[in-house]
């Protein structure tokens, strides 16, 4: 049963103030019950009981965190009723793909345990000492990575589960050895503390601290101001908009001790086709639309930008596109204030910014897919034509030359993903084109799609800014545990007081690299 509530530790918050419901957004329909958003004093409370238990989680064996990993995986899966059918209802996402988005949810934290419990993420370098180097001694010096401390996690609008409570974030400050505070997201209150509540009681069934894990409710950013300012919180991780994500980082970056804050925030994923892909424009008109409808195009990887060659080549293309886009039905949107933020923006992009629609069929309940159009020359003029609108739309831009193209992707801003549709003989083509890309994004796609993220250790779901306010590091995949540790090293330090992953017998069976080598031996 629901309670409203904030989860701190083992206490729950108390029910005071106005409180804030979620709503049904096919609907309308208010859902019960009523969430209260969490005080100041809470949000102290929860930052100071993840500092209180960071002592003996970051110090929890592999094996054992590993175990806490693969237990929140199995209790969702355990919960998978309840927590859909509520998600169902606070954001209209079909069952299937919700389905889809716990089991994914339950994969990582598990790919995690994987990490955890194999142990050589910590990247341990060790370089013996020498005493009789000339002409002074070689000291003994080791490093390993460690973990940072609390981490503040931003819940999401667009994924209730795989970036929210238990999602990406929260999986790997876990991995890393960090205990967790979660700023619940507004319009999925009821899946959030259904979430929550598994994580709590894994926490207390692993005998660990009860800080290890808290759960925030607000119905604005007033806690998630307060929590990202907290001295106690070390890192934030983030997936949203642009415009919260950079007050976030605006919010660390001026703390007395500034932290680091990993925001994933805005990206229209340019798709270019290439001449050799136009004899299959059928078939790429239907996968580029289902790509950019997908989940009513509120996927931060949605292909927002189509560029195409000059228009006698892709008439095709386009008036296929533009078939298919008349004939969607309108969709339901997450909110209320998301679908009002859709329309704005393609009022935006048609009216002041000179995009031409192609096709935006009317309609009077939900929000209808848009197709839009503008020339090369446009973009490198007005670059806001570039910039996301969070919805079924996509802007197909036409440009005149290989020297034009080259001109458009040497003056985009970051983004998560590029994608390449053509042939082998285009792609060994464009090795230029691909060369000013790998400097652009996170993700080069070849005849593909990026509304797939594959979880998987190799992945890199991040991007230059805007798309994320670090360039270096990724939420998705197992490379995102490094986001939330750094390297601390060891002069002269004896054997017994060493991390245990950096002493001689190496006991953990870790892949270290010793005096320049890489090797799992004892020394």
């Given at each position: 049963?629901?309670?409203?509530?904030?989860?701190?530790?083992?206490?729950?918050?108390?029910?005071?103030?106005?409180?804030?419901?979620?709503?049904?957004?096919?609907?309308?329909?208010?859902?019960?019950?009523?969430?209260?958003?969490?005080?100041?004093?809470?949000v102290d409370t929860a930052a100071r009981?993840?500092?209180?238990?960071?002592?003996?989680?970051?110090?929890?064996?592999?094996?054992?965190?590993?175990?806490?990993?693969?237990?929140?995986?199995?209790?969702?899966?355990?919960?998978?009723?309840?927590?859909?059918?509520?998600?169902?209802?606070?954001?209209?996402?079909?069952?299937?793909?919700?389905?889809?988005?716990?089991?994914?949810?339950?994969?990582?934290?598990?790919?995690?345990?994987?990490?955890?419990?194999?142990?050589?993420?910590?990247?341990?370098?060790?370089?013996?000492?020498?005493?009789?180097?000339?002409?002074?001694?070689?000291?003994?010096?080791?490093?390993?990575?460690?973990?940072?401390?609390?981490?503040?996690?931003?819940?999401?609008?667009?994924?209730?589960?795989?970036?929210?409570?238990?999602?990406?974030?929260?999986?790997?400050?876990?991995?890393?050895?960090?205990?967790?505070?979660?700023?619940?997201?507004?319009?999925?209150?009821?899946?959030?503390?259904?979430?929550?509540?598994?994580?709590?009681?894994?926490?207390?069934?692993?005998?660990?601290?009860?800080?290890?894990?808290?759960?925030?409710?607000?119905?604005?950013?007033?806690?998630?101001?307060?929590?990202?300012?907290?001295?106690?919180?070390?890192?934030?991780?983030?997936?949203?908009?642009?415009?919260?994500?950079?007050?976030?980082?605006?919010?660390?970056?001026?703390?007395?001790?500034?932290?680091?804050?990993?925001?994933?925030?805005?990206?229209?994923?340019?798709?270019?086709?290439?001449?050799?892909?136009?004899?299959?424009?059928?078939?790429?008109?239907?996968?580029?639309?289902?790509?950019?409808?997908?989940?009513?195009?509120?996927?931060?990887?949605?292909?927002?930008?189509?560029?195409?060659?000059?228009?006698?080549?892709?008439?095709?293309?386009?008036?296929?596109?533009?078939?298919?886009?008349?004939?969607?039905?309108?969709?339901?949107?997450?909110?209320?204030?998301?679908?009002?933020?859709?329309?704005?923006?393609?009022?935006?992009?048609?009216?002041?910014?000179?995009?031409?629609?192609?096709?935006?069929?009317?309609?009077?309940?939900?929000?209808?897919?848009?197709?839009?159009?503008?020339?090369?020359?446009?973009?490198?003029?007005?670059?806001?034509?570039?910039?996301?609108?969070?919805?079924?739309?996509?802007?197909?831009?036409?440009?005149?030359?290989?020297?034009?193209?080259?001109?458009?992707?040497?003056?985009?801003?970051?983004?998560?993903?590029?994608?390449?549709?053509?042939?082998?003989?285009?792609?060994?083509?464009?090795?230029?084109?691909?060369?000013?890309?790998?400097?652009?994004?996170?993700?080069?796609?070849?005849?593909?799609?990026?509304?797939?993220?594959e979880v998987c250790h190799s992945m890199?779901?991040?991007?230059?800014?805007?798309?994320?306010?670090?360039?270096?590091?990724?939420?998705?995949?197992?490379?995102?545990?490094?986001?939330?540790?750094?390297?601390?090293?060891?002069?002269?330090?004896?054997?017994?007081?060493?991390?245990?992953?950096?002493?001689?017998?190496?006991?953990?069976?870790?892949?270290?690299?010793?005096?320049?080598?890489?090797?799992?031996?004892?020394?």
């Amino acid at each position: 049963m629901l309670n409203g509530t904030s989860i701190l530790g083992t206490k729950r918050s108390a029910t005071t103030g106005e409180g804030f419901y979620g709503i049904n957004p096919a609907t309308g329909e208010q859902l019960q019950p009523a969430f209260f958003s969490a005080s100041a004093e809470d949000v102290d409370t929860a930052a100071r009981l993840a500092d209180a238990a960071f002592s003996s989680y970051s110090k929890l064996s592999n094996s054992r965190r590993a175990a806490f990993l693969r237990s929140i995986a199995d209790a969702l899966l355990k919960a998978s009723r309840e927590i859909i059918e509520r998600a169902h209802l606070e954001t209209a996402l079909p069952v299937p793909r919700l389905e889809g988005e716990l089991a994914r949810t339950a994969n990582q934290l598990r790919l995690f345990a994987e990490v955890v419990e194999e142990g050589s993420w910590v990247n341990a370098r060790i370089d013996t000492a020498d005493p009789e180097r000339k002409p002074l001694p070689k000291p003994d010096i080791r490093s390993v990575l460690q973990p940072l401390g609390p981490v503040a996690v931003f819940g999401a609008s667009n994924f209730p589960l795989a970036f929210s409570v238990a999602g990406g974030d929260s999986a790997s400050a876990l991995a890393a050895g960090c205990p967790v505070v979660v700023k619940a997201h507004p319009a999925h209150p009821g899946t959030s503390e259904l979430v929550g509540t598994v994580i709590r009681e894994c926490v207390a069934t692993a005998g660990l601290h009860e800080g290890t894990f808290s759960l925030l409710f607000d119905s604005g950013i007033e806690v998630g101001s307060r929590l990202v300012q907290h001295p106690l919180i070390k890192a934030v991780g983030f997936t949203g908009s642009l415009k919260a994500g950079r007050a976030l980082m605006d919010l660390c970056a001026s703390r007395p001790e500034p932290i680091p804050c990993y925001a994933e925030m805005s990206s229209t994923n340019p798709v270019f086709v290439l001449p050799g892909a136009l004899k299959e424009h059928d078939k790429i008109a239907a996968d580029l639309t289902a790509s950019y409808t997908l989940g009513a195009g509120q996927f931060c990887t949605k292909p927002g930008l189509v560029f195409l060659p000059p228009q006698d080549e892709t008439s095709g293309l386009v008036e296929e596109m533009r078939r298919r886009a008349a004939s969607l039905p309108a969709f339901t949107m997450l909110t209320a204030g998301i679908a009002a933020q859709y329309k704005r923006g393609i009022a935006q992009q048609t009216q002041a910014n000179g995009a031409r629609v192609v096709a935006a069929p009317d309609t009077i309940f939900g929000t209808a897919a848009a197709l839009l159009e503008a020339d090369a020359e446009d973009i490198l003029k007005n670059p806001a034509l570039t910039e996301e609108i969070f919805g079924p739309t996509t802007l197909l831009v036409r440009y005149q030359s290989r020297e034009q193209m080259l001109r458009i992707a040497e003056s985009l801003q970051g983004h998560l993903t590029a994608t390449l549709l053509g042939t082998e003989e285009d792609l060994a083509g464009h090795q230029d084109l691909i060369a000013i890309l790998e400097r652009k994004v996170g993700r080069i796609i070849f005849n593909g799609y990026p509304t797939g993220v594959e979880v998987c250790h190799s992945m890199v779901h991040g991007g230059p800014y805007p798309a994320t306010s670090e360039s270096k590091s990724t939420s998705v995949g197992t490379l995102a545990v490094y986001r939330f540790a750094r390297p601390v090293c060891y002069q002269n330090i004896p054997q017994p007081v060493l991390p245990e992953a950096l002493r001689d017998s190496n006991q953990l069976g870790l892949l270290r690299m010793v005096n320049g080598q890489i090797s799992r031996d004892a020394i």
